[in-house]
């Protein structure tokens, strides 16, 4: 057990990624610390755990120590990768003369007369390994196995190349197959799918060039997150899936329940869930003797941590039960959502753009050939439009100064313009694609009627410290406030939006024991992925869509 235990921490131990410098931030400003970049790890994987040097032999297994069972775990070993090989500005040229063993999927196998070129990628990059086997090569006899999709082990040495879409490729000596695959009902083929058609084999769309070029962006732009936040002195706060409050206050939620028993055949009869005397649903017979549900938003429960340690952020899994079959919805989404204590909607603001640029920087510099992918098939000038964000200042202006901007235009929009209703979408885009010319833009100081309870109350009465971040493409991609710090007026709005106390007594305490000025915002992280790849359908920026009437894989 103990063994395992121990393996299990060094197959979570991080992997050491080079770190970008700041950008700088002019209009609004967020300090940035910064730590020396970490040594890359060292090492290859043991021969069958993961691509490795092929001529480099395992190392022994340290001695069990005397008079104990067994033997001691083997060195964790850093796999050496397609990316490693071709990823550097010589596109592998110093590796030619190297001997090298990978592992990964075959994309395409074309067979001529003498020679046959194998593509493999193992995902670590958009880039494949091309392989080229003769009759001499050894395993040859199993290359009618050697179909797509399959996985195979290749062993070989590397050579300059003499085609003309990759600088080196493999000089196979050996080649294994691991996992057949059928070629005939494989779904995914060398000609291009729809995305449509590849939402419904979600389990294998990420063998595909673009989905895998999605992979590895979102996961560049969660390790950015952290090291953001982290950078920054934030303490990441793991906040609760299931909840017993609403934080929108919009009643769009999942209950969490085991009154309906799965054990019956077909399920609970209605005849056999608890009831009230007055017909309703008896909760106290209910798993936690109460309405439960799936949260909406991790930020209340980041409140409370950010009262005791300042600057915290979560960063998990969120859930809404909305009837919408939008390209811009899902029912579950992740969501990332700081909190500073002793701060106002200025220090919020700042935060939100200086994290914005940080993370837009870092996938522009550490995700360069999947990001030219993305501009050259996906949106022609998103590498030019990421780097407006990076590059240009953002600004802000007021609710009511947007709402005079956009009657000013006299466009026709598809829903109207009035002071006191809600931006959509298209009023945000004109905003910051044609009023404001590409430009980043922060509108604040919202109605407080069309805002959530917990938001601070400004002076004039009227509108709350709220704010929304908009970018172009996109619209809303952040928004946020300076959350309400004062007792009397937290209670006040709680009883204009009809919202039990009771539900919220640990919220409010808050303000009873040494509340302080604090500020926050939410970014859904789904929509930063398709803000940063100019993917259309939120669908397609997380692994594995959860949308009305489909809860597949």
Same mark, same amino acid.
């Given at each position: ?70 033997? !001691? =775990?083997?060195?964790? #070993?850093?796999? +050496?990768?397609? /990316?490693?090989? @071709?990823?550097?500005? %010589?596109? &592998?040229?110093? $590796? ?116 895998? !070029? =999605?992979?590895?962006? #979102?996961?560049? +732009?969660?390790? /950015?997150?952290? @090291?953001?936040?982290? %950078?920054? &002195?934030?303490? $990441? ?116 753009? !200086? ?12 995700? @360069?050939?999947?990001? %030219?992918?993305?501009?050259? $098939? ?176």
């Amino acid at each position: 057990m103990a063994a395992a235990a121990a393996a299990r921490l060094l197959r979570l131990a991080p992997r050491r990624l080079q770190v970008p410098k700041a950008s700088p931030i002019a209009a609004l400003s967020f300090p940035l610390q910064r730590t020396a970049p970490l040594a890359a790890a060292s090492g290859r994987r043991q021969r069958f755990c993961a691509a490795a040097h092929a001529s480099t032999p395992a190392p022994a297994p340290a001695a069990a120590a005397t008079g104990a069972a067994g033997e !001691a =775990v083997g060195e964790f #070993r850093k796999r +050496l990768r397609v /990316a490693d090989v @071709k990823g550097g500005e %010589d596109e &592998g040229a110093a $590796w030619v003369g190297k001997e090298l063993a990978v592992r990964g999927w075959v994309r395409t196998c074309r067979a001529q007369r003498t020679v046959t070129f194998v593509e493999v990628n193992d995902g670590s990059c958009l880039s494949n390994m091309q392989c080229v086997l003769t009759p001499d090569t050894e395993g040859y006899d199993q290359i009618d196995s050697v179909t797509i999709g399959a996985s195979v082990l290749v062993e070989g040495v590397v050579a300059s190349s003499q085609g003309s879409k990759q600088k080196v490729e493999l000089k196979v000596s050996k080649i294994t197959v691991i996992g057949k695959s059928d070629p005939t009902s494989f779904p995914i083929q060398k000609k291009r799918a729809s995305r449509e058609f590849l939402r419904t084999v979600a389990h294998l769309r990420p063998r595909t060039n673009t989905f895998g !070029a =999605v992979a590895r962006v #979102r996961n560049a +732009l969660a390790y /950015a997150t952290h @090291k953001f936040f982290q %950078d920054n &002195g934030f303490v $990441w706060v793991s906040s609760p899936i299931i909840t017993a409050s609403d934080c929108e206050g919009a009643g769009e939620q999942f209950y969490v329940t085991t009154l309906l028993s799965n054990s019956a055949e077909g399920g609970s009869l209605l005849k056999d869930i608890p009831a009230t005397k007055d017909g309703r649903v008896d909760w106290s017979q209910d798993f936690f003797c109460k309405p439960a549900f799936l949260t909406v938003s991790g930020q209340l429960n980041g409140e409370t941590y950010a009262s005791a340690l300042s600057d915290i952020y979560t960063f998990g899994p969120t859930f809404r039960a909305e009837n919408s079959n939008t390209a811009r919805h899902l029912a579950e989404f992740w969501m990332i959502e700081p909190e500073l204590a002793f701060a106002d909607l200025n220090d919020d603001m700042a935060c939100a753009t !200086a994290y914005l640029q940080y993370v837009v920087k870092y996938i522009l510099e550490n995700c @360069k050939e999947d990001m %030219d992918f993305f501009n050259t $098939w996906v949106e022609k000038g998103i590498i030019d439009r990421l780097n407006d964000v990076v590059e240009k200042n953002f600004i802000h202006l007021s609710y009511t100064d947007a709402v005079e901007l956009l009657l000013g235009s006299k466009k026709e929009f598809e829903f109207p313009v009035k002071w006191g209703l809600d931006l959509q979408s298209e009023h945000e885009r004109y905003i910051t694609e044609v009023a404001l010319g590409g430009r980043p833009v922060i509108i604040r100081d919202y109605p407080k009627e069309i805002k959530a309870f917990y938001m601070r109350e400004n002076d004039d009465g009227k509108t709350v410290a709220a704010m929304d971040l908009l970018v172009p493409r996109v619209g809303e991609l952040i928004g946020g406030s300076q959350r309400e710090e004062r007792l009397d007026y937290l209670e006040a709005r709680l009883d204009e939006q009809n919202l039990n106390k009771e539900s919220y007594w640990w919220y409010l305490d808050l303000r009873r024991y040494g509340s302080v000025p604090h500020a926050g915002f939410g970014l859904g992280f789904e929509r930063l992925v398709q803000f940063a790849t100019g993917i259309d359908n939120i669908r397609d920026a997380i692994p594995f869509p959860r949308v009305p009437g489909s809860a597949e894989f």
